[in-house]
């Protein structure tokens, strides 16, 4: 039989729904600013109509609802969105490290300018030809002294330079390797809660955001494929779940079928390790450890060939990377080798032409034949660090005379002769072998200085590209979970109005049980 006071709970029930959508508004509301936060709405449902179906139901011409109730409180989000913005945000995560590598770099070598190495080479030719004219001033050969002086420093320069700002990188790369394994920690911890609080019919909405906030920092530093997981028990239909994530690489493909995180908890909880070679001036090797790890890391897979793309990836790429010292690549090492193999090529040519020369014959000295322009002495064969310790012969920073302007002949040295300086001068066309190729000393260096600009072009292309691709899905993304304000207030004044005539359908009902309860039964008293 039908209740009295079905009326009553009709009407109660819908002033508690309402008033649990305006409490999600003001939620909405108060977290319109919060970086991460995703609006949420109440899911309104039916309350199972009288009577219930069964043999015993009684007979009545039709089901009468009950009211409504919250169902859930759900995120307002579209899962795809966030796939496509975390795949572009990647590939902006490692363009942009790359091109700020480069753009460093480029700062570092300041070319085209007054005080770019090219430039300073021009002005030593330069000099040379002047002193080919009057080999015998003291002016002319103070000026080769300190142009050869200038273009040895400028290879120190650029080599300490260039060697300091990679070292720089090997710190970033250590820090970005801790924040990656805070944000697996964090991650792990969340999922945690997530498992523990969804199978008793909670949607945990707000552990929802974190969860998204730090899946898209980790997009950006290394690529990564998400997947959710289901809760047991009897979690409720807008439950998310907790996430699995995988280490992927650059086609979306599962690495080794590395987990960087469980969404179930079977797994051991996972970090990341870089090494670095012996001298700590590359990385040697790219890990993933069970957090408590403890065994010989030679051990364990080494994925350096495989490094999943995105911030950390450029880093390793700009820094230097390799099985061993003799074979490491990256942008840094490459430029400081190109910078060796030029001073390296550029003072044995030039001292091989010096030394056939004489110097300055004087008062107190005949002319000389056998000195060198340039010190190499530390520097081995392999020209390896040839652009850090080149510097001027202690024969010529000792006395401009040591200068071998003069070519000389069977009749010795004559007055005048500035045959070899001529032949020092035009060593600018002379074409030598650098990296089993021939080029003029100009061209090489034109040709790494070259081969820089387009690498930075091409990275900056790549930046703005793809951030203009982010920036579009971001746009989607926000205008479906961000809070409008606009919007809520619409909906605020809707649960409002429906609270308020709920409110009055209780003193209607309040009404008629008055009438009922007083006003029957008093006929004839």
């Known amino acids: 039989m039908q209740s009295t006071f079905h009326g009553l709970e009709t009407a109660r029930r819908a002033m508690m729904t309402q008033q649990s959508a305006l409490h999600t508004t003001g939620h909405n509301i108060a977290n319109a600013n919060t970086p991460g936060y995703t609006r949420q709405r109440v899911n309104f449902t039916q309350t199972e109509p009288y009577p219930s179906i069964g043999m015993n139901a009684p007979r009545v011409p039709g089901h009468l609802g009950t009211g409504v109730q919250a169902g859930s409180i759900q995120r307002v989000r579209e899962a795809f969105l966030d796939v496509q913005f975390r795949n572009e945000n990647n590939k902006v995560g490692y363009w942009d490290a790359r091109y700020n590598a480069l753009e460093k770099m480029e700062d570092v070598l300041n070319e085209p300018s007054e005080q770019g190495l090219s430039r300073q080479i021009d002005m030593f030719w330069t000099a040379l030809q002047d002193l080919s004219v009057d080999p015998e001033d003291s002016g002319a050969r103070s000026v080769v002294r300190q142009r050869a002086t200038a273009v040895a420093e400028t290879f120190n320069f650029l080599h300490s330079s260039l060697t300091t700002i990679q070292s720089d990188y090997q710190n970033e790369i250590s820090v970005t390797e801790d924040e990656v394994n805070a944000i697996l920690h964090r991650?792990?911890?969340?999922?945690?809660?997530?498992?523990?609080?969804?199978?008793?019919?909670?949607?945990?909405?707000?552990?929802?955001?974190?969860?998204?906030?730090?899946?898209?920092?980790?997009?950006?530093?290394?690529?990564?494929?998400?997947?959710?997981?289901?809760?047991?028990?009897?979690?409720?239909?807008?439950?998310?779940?907790?996430?699995?994530?995988?280490?992927?690489?650059?086609?979306?493909?599962?690495?080794?079928?590395?987990?960087?995180?469980?969404?179930?908890?079977?797994?051991?909880?996972?970090?990341?390790?870089?090494?670095?070679?012996?001298?700590?001036?590359?990385?040697?090797?790219?890990?993933?450890?069970?957090?408590?790890?403890?065994g010989d890391i030679e051990s364990a897979p080494n994925l350096l060939d495989m490094m999943p793309r995105g911030e950390m990836r450029a880093l390793i790429e700009a820094f230097g990377h390799g099985p061993d010292a003799e074979n490491i690549q990256g942008l840094y090492p490459d430029m400081l080798a190109n910078l060796d193999e030029m001073a390296f090529v550029f003072a044995t040519h030039l001292n091989e032409i010096h030394s056939d020369g004489y110097t300055l014959a004087t008062d107190n000295q005949e002319a000389q034949q056998g000195?060198?322009?340039?010190?190499?002495?530390?520097?081995?064969?392999?020209?390896?660090?040839?652009?850090?310790?080149?510097?001027?012969?202690?024969?010529?920073?000792?006395?401009?005379?040591?200068?071998?302007?003069?070519?000389?002949?069977?009749?010795?040295?004559?007055?005048?002769?500035?045959?070899?300086?001529?032949?020092?001068?035009?060593?600018?066309?002379?074409?030598?072998?650098?990296?089993?190729?021939?080029?003029?000393?100009?061209?090489?260096?034109?040709?790494?200085?070259g081969q820089m600009a387009v690498d930075t072009s091409e990275a900056m292309r790549m930046v703005r590209s793809n951030e203009s691709l982010r920036d579009s899905v971001d746009y989607r993304r926000q205008s479906v979970s961000n809070v409008s304000l606009d919007e809520e207030m619409t909906m605020m004044i809707q649960y409002q109005h429906a609270y308020n005539a709920a409110a009055r359908n209780i003193t209607m009902v309040d009404e008629m049980l008055d009438r009922i309860i007083n006003g029957m039964g008093v006929v004839g008293r």
Request: aromatic letters at 6%; proline letters at 4%; a negative charge.
């Open 187 to 294: 991650l792990e911890s969340v999922n945690a809660q997530i498992r523990e609080t969804e199978p008793h019919g909670y949607v945990t909405n707000d552990l929802y955001d974190e969860q998204d906030h730090l899946l898209d920092q980790l997009s950006s530093i290394v690529n990564i494929k998400v997947e959710r997981e289901k809760s047991g028990g009897q979690p409720n239909p807008a439950a998310e779940g907790a996430v699995t994530v995988w280490l992927v690489n650059d086609q979306g493909q599962p690495i080794n079928d590395i987990k960087l995180v469980d969404g179930q908890g079977i797994e051991s909880k996972k970090k990341v390790d870089i090494s670095f070679g012996e001298d700590g001036n590359y990385v040697n090797g790219f890990r993933v450890l069970d957090e408590d790890f403890e």
């Open 371 to 449: 000195i060198l322009l340039f010190d190499l002495e530390s520097v081995p064969e392999t020209g390896v660090g040839a652009a850090s310790q080149i510097k001027l012969s202690a024969a010529i920073q000792t006395s401009l005379n040591n200068i071998a302007a003069a070519t000389g002949g069977p009749d010795g040295v004559f007055s005048g002769d500035g045959s070899n300086a001529k032949r020092l001068a035009d060593a600018k066309d002379d074409p030598l072998t650098f990296n089993d190729d021939l080029a003029t000393v100009s061209s090489f260096y034109q040709g790494v200085i």
